[in-house]
């Protein structure tokens, strides 16, 4: 399929995710085979987020990655979720009314590329398969620096690219044919899961991300390959 152009993206991306909201998280666990809550878990202890922190997560979506930071901050923590879809928004407050930690959460919709916080507030910020759907990577990735206290870290979990041979042929076929077929079956909406395939093909690499954190003025850059990297974290410091 085409992609959509930088200036269609934040409107094709919102409809799309409004449009998958109710299925999404179910979607995640058959695609993922139920790896995606580890990956997530993961991608917090990159972000080093501990006990009493305020952090923010961008592109929350139905709250996932944000839940699984309130686990770890405690009651004294604070956790920002923000996406600008509704839909996805309104999966993530029915669940985040019936956890146990909804005093440490506010779900904000706003849009990554102009986050409405001022500069150094937060200790961390998180982006869990967002980085991907926005028109510039470089603005959100600046915002996100902006927001973070010096010292803090920025980090996303999203898809990666697997370099082993076999492997990476059979994982991109599995994402090719297997994925959008389980989509049109589940949330009904197979071009969506082949929007998956085709923006994670037209993504950076895991190394290219990178460089991309460095470029933007973050230190300490790395990557951390998951399931073989079909998914990778990437992390940076303010300075
Ligand atoms: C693949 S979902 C990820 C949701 C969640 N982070 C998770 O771990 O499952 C991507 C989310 O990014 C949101 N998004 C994409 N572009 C955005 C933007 N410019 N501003 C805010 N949210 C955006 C979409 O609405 C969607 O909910």
Known sequence: MELPSKNQKERYVREM???????YDLMNT????GQDKAWRKYAIRRARIGVGMNVIDVCC???????????TIGAEGRVIGLDFSEEMLAVGEQKVGTSDCQSRITLVQGNAMS??????SFDAATVGWGLRNVPDINQ??????????PGGWVVSLDMAKPSAPIFK??????FNWIV???GKMTAKRKSAYQYLHDSSR???????LTQRFAKNGLINTRFHNLMGGVVAVVEGQKP
């Open 17 to 23: 995710f409004n449009g998958i909201a109710r299925k």
């Open 169 to 174: 042929q059979v994982y991109w076929m599995y």
């Open 115 to 120: 986050l409405p916080f001022p500069d150094n």
């Open 30 to 33: 058959l695609m993922t085979f």
């Open 202 to 208: 037209a993504f950076d690499s895991q190394q290219q």
């Open 140 to 149: 959100v990735l600046q915002e996100m620096r902006r927001v973070v206290k």
């Open 180 to 182: 959008p077929a389980l």
């Open 61 to 71: 979506g139905t709250a996932e990655l944000t839940l699984e930071i309130a686990q």
